[in-house]
């Protein structure tokens, strides 16, 4: 790599002197965690993804699984999961005692359609298929409108792993769009704020949904499973003193909950880049609508994943499709390759069947999809901060690397 050079890596953060006073004035204020800031990022979320509610976590993985605590998950039931996604997806119905099927994915796209949920349902027998979680991969939406359909005849509820696609609207009927976290066509929407995303509080998670009973239970495991709200108590005689107001320091706990709390600097830094959603989208959109245009000479050699129709998407991730034995490279020394000229990529992901954990509980399973997909995938550089001349600098490496 040229010394005079900048390392581009595959996605990071973007933090300006406007998020530092923000979360400085937090540190600076009577809370640090599960004070007002939180309340606030909360209500200006729901508003900017057009959904009625809104509950913060302290991870995407916590916002995942609060959204399977709130639609009752437990022992007995099943979920699918498509396989290509990180292993949150299907960790979070794991720890409610769910089960999980693994549903293969379309092998250009790497994402759920309603045909392969349909396979997965036939795969899962006689099981009771609870949930299903499309996940919108990279940022490009999963088929909603036909999932949200397949689900409704089985009776099974829908949560949107929306944790790469804040930002993008999607398909929702009658050539209107949502937004994505909307909800329009899912019971709940789990997005990440991890700092590669399209915004970040460090770490964090939000759970978005229009349904107030699911609203208040979210709430409520984020917590402890603890309530504070007197008309909820249930111990009348430890709750209330004898003039009938609830005592000051009372809480129950109705559940097992837990400290998915999230504190109120973190909160600080979401309220300031969340002003600045709208101008991240635009960018990430302007870089992938360019590196759109460069790309596309490399093909059949490279291929770019493609969007669904009818989907207006904000990218967390570009993807690149290599047929690695093609190019008679391995695809580490291809990275390698990439890496020396200072450009730094990814692989977005094993397919969670191949884990270990899941090899031992279920055994093997053959979803050539999701291998095919994952075989060929790479990640390239995509963030605002990026000028159009570091795209440009990636699609030449590419093109080096390539032969």
Known sequence: MDNHQKFLPYGRQS???????????????????TGPTVGRFEAAFAAAVGARYAVASNSG??????????LGLAPG?????????????????????????FADVDPDSGRLTAEHFAAALTRAGDRKVK???????????????AIASLAERHGIRVVEDACHALGGAQRAG????????????????????????????????????NDERQYQAMQMFRS??????????????????????????????????????????????????????????????????????????????????????????????YAVLIDFPAIGKSRAQFMA????????????Y??????????????????PGADSYYARQLSIPLYPDMTQDDVARVVEALRRCLG
């Not at 890496?339 to 730094?344: S, T």
């Open 15 to 33: 933090i300006d002197e406007a998020d530092l006073a923000s979360v400085t004035a937090a540190l600076q204020a009577d809370y640090l965690t």
């Open 61 to 70: 993985t916590a916002a995942l699984h609060l959204a399977c605590l709130a």
């Open 77 to 101: 039931d099943t979920v699918i999961v498509p396989s290509v996604t990180f292993l949150a997806t299907a960790n979070a119905a794991r720890f409610c005692g769910a089960e999980v099927v």
């Open 131 to 145: 949930a299903v979680l499309p996940v919108h991969l990279n940022g490009h939406c999963a088929d909603m409108l």
């Open 174 to 209: 009658n050539d209107s769009a949502a937004p994505v976290g909307a909800c329009a066509h899912s019971d709940l929407a789990c997005f990440s704020l991890h700092p590669v995303k399209t915004m970040t509080t460090g770490e964090g998670g939000v759970t978005t949904t």
């Open 224 to 317: 402890h499973g603890m309530t504070r709200d007197p008309a909820t108590f249930r111990h009348r005689e430890l709750a209330f003193a004898p003039d009938g107001q609830a005592n000051p320091w009372y809480y129950e706990m109705h559940a097992l909950g837990w400290n998915y709390r999230i504190t109120d600097f973190a909160c600080a830094l979401g309220e300031s880049q969340l002003k600045k959603l709208p101008g991240f989208v635009a960018r990430r959109r302007e870089l992938a609508a360019l590196y759109d245009r460069l790309l596309a000479p490399l093909a059949p050699r490279l291929k770019t994943v493609p969007a669904q129709s009818g989907d207006d998407p904000t990218l967390h991730l």
């Open 337 to 348: 390759e990439l890496r020396g000229l200072g450009i730094g990529t990814m692989v977005h």
């Open 350 to 367: 094993l397919p969670v069947h191949q884990q270990p954990y899941y090899r031992d509980r279920y055994g093997r399973v053959d979803l």
